[in-house]
Nanobody, 119 residues
Framework: QVQLVESGGGLAQAGGSLRLSCAVS????????MGWLRQAPGKEREVVTA????????YYVDSVKGRFTVSRDNRKNTMYLQMDSLKPEDTAIYYC????????????WGQGTQVTVSS
């Protein structure tokens, strides 16, 4: 079992920055990949970025490469998403989620946090 609680988000202007945090709790976290996913109105949910909890191996969707940075603090059991050079198309509900490494589906989810970028 993994529990996830997001914080951060809110409103930013295009070109601005926001940081999301995800407090992670549970056992055997080294078995998991943590991700940030988002869903915009009328669009399918997409994986924005992911990081393996043990080695810190990262993945980014092309649309955020060079703008977003995922990190984790294993001592604080917290994952972060630093979002810079924000664009209006980044507007979405952002979720942190966890899946067992090697599996396809994210099994555990946070409650989601709204990110709105104005032009």
């Amino acid at each position: 079992q993994v529990q996830l609680v997001e914080s951060g988000g809110g409103l930013a202007q295009a070109g601005g920055s926001l940081r999301l945090s995800c407090a992670v709790s549970g056992s055997n976290l080294i078995m998991y990949t943590m991700g940030w996913l988002r869903q915009a109105p009328g669009k399918e949910r997409e994986v924005v970025t992911a990081v393996t909890w043990s080695e810190g191996i990262t993945y980014y969707v092309d649309s955020v490469k060079g703008r977003f940075t995922v990190s984790r603090d294993n001592r604080k059991n917290t994952m972060y998403l630093q979002m810079d050079s924000l664009k209006p198309e980044d507007t979405a509900i952002y979720y942190c989620a966890a899946k067992v490494r090697g599996s396809q589906e994210y099994k555990y989810w946070g409650q989601g946090t709204q990110v709105t970028v104005s032009s």
